[in-house]
Structures are given as structure tokens and as C-alpha cells.
């Protein structure tokens, strides 16, 4: 299982890729809206997006889906789900939506396209066939001619790894598109651990920071993604999707806490003596089972201006 060191100089905060930062200072840790170079090395591992797979299902929010039953004209579903990574989204949302489907997965990641695709879901919940197809591209040209005949747009635990202007170009895609967005796991900034320690409130206030770095949203994104949705005359229902992990969730857990301690220190690393003391003892409470930890995030569903309506 590969493994990224956080600081310049390395240290005690080894996680699988993506749990924490990766690569050089200022680099995204997940799909980019906006070009890459092609050799440029993945920032999820897909080792960490199947660890956390299971959180993700069980957070998800299933209120959010009954607008989305209702079968458009044409009969069939057509999903394009950006920055799908390993397809966790596919595997949770087709089976729980009646009808043939068919999935564009979106990741700049071919590897990721690879298990994405090979993992997919092949049937809905009527038992009717559920088809794929890949792209891999330049997400910050995204258009609304790109999302022709689109159902659903879907993303998970993308828009806090965003800026303000590549929610924008989400946002008046899925508008000019005429598509309802469900937008999944966008972290809040809040995080409880049981039991509590003074540092908590600390580690989660550096993590933040380093989360809006370069211009990213971190945990304001949903506010920004409400606001954005709604000035192009979408309704948008939010609902909470936290993570709740306890002792069946150890290794999930020491991933986590490996990946959020090490962003703290990257930013502020005044922090190493004290967060090393800290994580030590964290992940020893993870290992004896006396650890509870709560993610809060939040799933957004933007549902679009019907059409004719007013202006």
C-alpha cells in the first residue's frame, strides 16, 4: 500500500495518498476542473477511496433521491459523475434508482477510470441494465453542450478541493443543461472526537486552513456551492452526511487521523512536537477501541429552474 510522508522533512505522519496532503505544497489532492499535464501522478491512491467507501455509503444522505426518481421522458437515466475516482458513487446511487442508466464517469486519473469503469454497478434497482462510458478531460471546460442530454450530474467529496470559480463553471453547466446536481461529502470544518482533548479544537483550526489553501473553498464550500446554485435559479436542498466511525472502523480511522494531523502540521508546523504526542496517543485509542470520531459533511442536491418557468 502506497504511502506519502507530510512536511518537508518527512516525519510521523505516513498515510495511504489522499488521506492527507500529497506531492508538493500548493498541488490538489483529488481531480482538478482545470488542466493538467498528463504525466502528473494521481492524488487519491485507490487503495484510500475503497477504505473509505463504506463510510461514504453509510453517510450519504437518501433523503436527497426521492426528486430523483421520477424517470425523465426519454426512459432512461443519463449520469455523469464527475471526478468519480473508483466509482464509489455509481456503486451506491445506481442501485438505489429504477430504470436503464447509463454512467459517463469524469476523472483526469486513467488509472481511476479503470476501476471505476471495471467496478460499475450493471443493473438498477428494477433490475434494468446500467451501462458506462469514460472521459478523461479538461473539467474546467465544462459546458453545458458537454452535459447534452444529462439526467444527473453527481460528484462526491469534490467541492471542497475546489475555488469559487470552478464551482461557478459546475454551477452554470449543470444550469445551462437543465440537470439537477447531487453533489456529495463536502467537508463542514467540524470534527468531534470522543474522548475529547484540548488539542482537538486546535488541529481541526490548522486543518481548515491548510483545506483553503491556494485559493480552495475547504469547508466553505458548501456555502459558496448553495449560494452559487441558487443565483442560477436552482432550489437546492442540503443535508447532513457526517462520517461516524467507531471500533469496526479502525483502519478508516487511523488513515483519517494520519491524513488530518499531518495537513495541520504541513500548516502549521510549529505544531510537529505537539501533534506527534497527540497522534500517538489517538491512534492508541483507535487500537483499543475507545475511539469515537465524527466527520461532519454535508450532501447538497440542486434541482434546476423548471422549464418555462419564471425568470
Do not use: K
Not at 498528463?38 to 477511496?49: C, G, I, K, V
Not at 491548510?210 to 466553505?220: E, I, M, N, S, Y
Amino acid at each position: 500500500m502506497p504511502e506519502e510522508s507530510y512536511g518537508s522533512g518527512g516525519g510521523p505522519f505516513p498515510a495511504v495518498a489522499g488521506a492527507g496532503p500529497v506531492g508538493r505544497p500548493g498541488e490538489r489532492e483529488t481531480v482538478r476542473l482545470r488542466g493538467g499535464r498528463s504525466e502528473e501522478p494521481p492524488r487519491y491512491a485507490p487503495e484510500w477511496l475503497r477504505l473509505r467507501e463504506g463510510a461514504d455509503a453509510a453517510a450519504r444522505a437518501r433523503e436527497l433521491l426521492d426528486p430523483l426518481r421520477v424517470r425523465p421522458a426519454g426512459g432512461g437515466l443519463v449520469v455523469h459523475d464527475l471526478g468519480c475516482g473508483t466509482g464509489s458513487m455509481g456503486r451506491w446511487l445506481a442501485p438505489r434508482l429504477a430504470g436503464a442508466q447509463h454512467w459517463v464517469l469524469h476523472d483526469r486519473d486513467p488509472h481511476l477510470l479503470h476501476f471505476a469503469a471495471a467496478g460499475a454497478p450493471r443493473r438498477a434497482a428494477d433490475g434494468s441494465r446500467v451501462t458506462v462510458e469514460t472521459r478523461r478531460g479538461d473539467l474546467a471546460r465544462l459546458t453545458p453542450g458537454a452535459l447534452a442530454g444529462a439526467s444527473l450530474v453527481t460528484a462526491s467529496a469534490l467541492l471542497d478541493v475546489l475555488t469559487r470559480a470552478e464551482i461557478e463553471t459546475l454551477a452554470d453547466a449543470c444550469a445551462g443543461a437543465g440537470c439537477p446536481a447531487l453533489l456529495t461529502l463536502s467537508v463542514t470544518g467540524r470534527v468531534e472526537l470522543t474522548p475529547a482533548d484540548p488539542l482537538d479544537a486546535v488541529i481541526t483550526e490548522a486543518f481548515n486552513a491548510h483545506q483553503r489553501r491556494a485559493g480552495l473553498l475547504g469547508p466553505d464550500a458548501v456555502t459558496v456551492a448553495r449560494r452559487v446554485f441558487a443565483e442560477r435559479g436552482a432550489t437546492v436542498r442540503p443535508h447532513p452526511s457526517p462520517w461516524r466511525l467507531g471500533p469496526a472502523d479502525a483502519a478508516l480511522t487511523e488513515q483519517w487521523l494520519r491524513g488530518w494531523v499531518g495537513a495541520a502540521v504541513e500548516q502549521r508546523p510549529e505544531l510537529r512536537g505537539a501533534a506527534e504526542r497527540y497522534l500517538t496517543a489517538r491512534l492508541t485509542a483507535c487500537a483499543t477501541g475507545t475511539l469515537r470520531v465524527t466527520v461532519h459533511h454535508t450532501d447538497l442536491l440542486a434541482l434546476p429552474r423548471p422549464t418555462g418557468g419564471p425568470a
